[in-house]
């Protein structure tokens, strides 16, 4: 059964900071990976997708990287600011579903 | 981009009451929905997967008599808590994925915050 973990949990930083989120996952069989962006009481966001032959995709200030075999992803925000605040989930999905099995996330908070 | 509207974004509802939660594709027909729940400080866990005009496909432990989805048609999906309980309140969300969009990617709905008294 695929299991997700993100560290850490929280994580806060003053503005202009550059930070690295983690994830990890145990099932290396993956077909891609995804970062969402979750806002308080709100839906989830994509914003970035690796596919499982990816090593990294870049947007912006992100940059995410995966090593399939190794089980390990990394989001990168450079320069936070604090709109940068929110909750970033981690999920993979294996082949021939769609179904996103998902971390508890890393509440990030950036300080002004 | 695409859209995924979804209705109600949060209610109050007593205990023995049913509710309903709709999610809805604007811009693109939705071949599937599929609905997850989220307790506090836990992981968004799939309940199920939902393909238009089949009967929807529950996770291990999800109880189909009590989480009733339709897909009736290819722009909407709903989710029919019946006789909540407070156990059920939960953060829902619907996530959709068909065509028109791009392929790789599932599309949210804004969730729904539900309480049980």
């Known amino acids: 059964k695929q299991e997700v973990t993100q560290i850490p949990a929280a994580l806060s930083v003053p503005e202009g900071e550059n930070l690295v989120l983690n994830c990890s996952f145990t099932d290396s069989a993956i077909y891609n990976l995804q970062w969402f962006r979750q806002d308080p009481g709100k839906g989830l966001t994509s914003l970035l997708l690796i596919q499982s032959s990816q090593r990294e995709q870049t947007s912006g200030r992100l940059n995410a990287s995966l090593d399939k075999s190794s089980g390990r992803s990394t989001l990168y925000i450079a320069a936070s600011q604090p709109g940068d605040s929110a909750t970033y989930l981690c999920a993979v999905t294996q082949g021939g579903s769609e179904k996103l099995v998902f971390g508890k996330g890393t509440k990030l908070t950036v300080n002004p | 981009g695409a859209v995924v509207s979804q209705h109600p974004s949060w209610v109050i509802c007593k205990s023995g009451t049913s509710v309903k939660i709709e999610c809805r594709s604007l811009?693109?027909?939705?071949?599937?929905m599929f609905w997850y729940r989220q307790f506090p400080k836990q992981s968004l866990m799939l309940m199920a997967t939902s393909n238009e005009g089949s009967k929807a496909t529950y996770e291990q432990g999800v109880e189909k008599d009590k989480f009733l989805i339709n897909h009736a048609s290819l722009t909407l999906s709903t989710l029919t808590v019946t006789s909540a309980h407070p156990e059920d309140s939960s953060f829902y969300i619907c996530?959709?994925?068909?065509?028109?969009?791009?392929?790789?990617?599932?599309?949210f709905g804004s969730g729904t915050q539900l309480s049980v008294l």
């Open positions: 996530s959709a994925f068909g065509t028109g969009v791009s392929n790789e990617k599932l599309f």
């Open positions: 811009d693109f027909q939705a071949t599937t």
